[in-house]
């Protein structure tokens, strides 16, 4: 049974940092695209960073580059999301999900598995 598990979330002020971590099991995501979502509410879904597993192609989102850093460990089967200075507008729920596809990274419906997110609340 495949399961992402995403875990770090929590409440924090402005400008404060958190990692998130997306533990996958029941498959091996390599050659996979792993990616972070996030979702508002009362807002689409928004890619945030994207890793291609098998050779680091990374993408972000224009609204965390430079903020947010997506990595991987291979030997824990882990994708982490590193979130610093950050914004109240990166308040949301934040989800892990996989791709085998070469379809646009930030579109949901290109995505096989995802998890069941981790809250993030960013205040002023």
């Known amino acids: 049974q495949v399961q992402l598990v995403e875990s770090g979330g929590g409440s924090v002020q402005a400008g404060g940092s958190l990692r998130l971590s997306c533990v996958v099991s029941?498959?091996?995501?390599?050659?996979?695209?792993m990616t972070w979502f996030r979702q508002a509410p009362g807002k689409e879904s928004e890619g945030v960073a994207t890793?291609?597993?098998?050779?680091?192609?990374?993408y972000y989102a224009d609204s965390v580059k430079g903020r947010f850093t997506i990595s991987q460990d291979d030997a824990k089967n882990t994708v982490y999301l590193q979130m610093n200075s950050l914004k109240p507008e990166d308040t949301g729920m934040y989800y892990c999900?996989?791709?085998?596809?070469?379809?646009?990274?930030?579109?949901?419906?290109?995505?096989?598995?995802w998890g069941r997110g981790t809250q993030v609340t960013v205040s002023s």
């Open positions: 890793i291609y597993t098998d050779g680091g192609l990374i």
């Open positions: 029941g498959y091996t995501y390599r050659r996979d695209y």
């Open positions: 999900a996989a791709r085998d596809n070469l379809g646009l990274w930030h579109m949901p419906a290109n995505y096989k598995y």
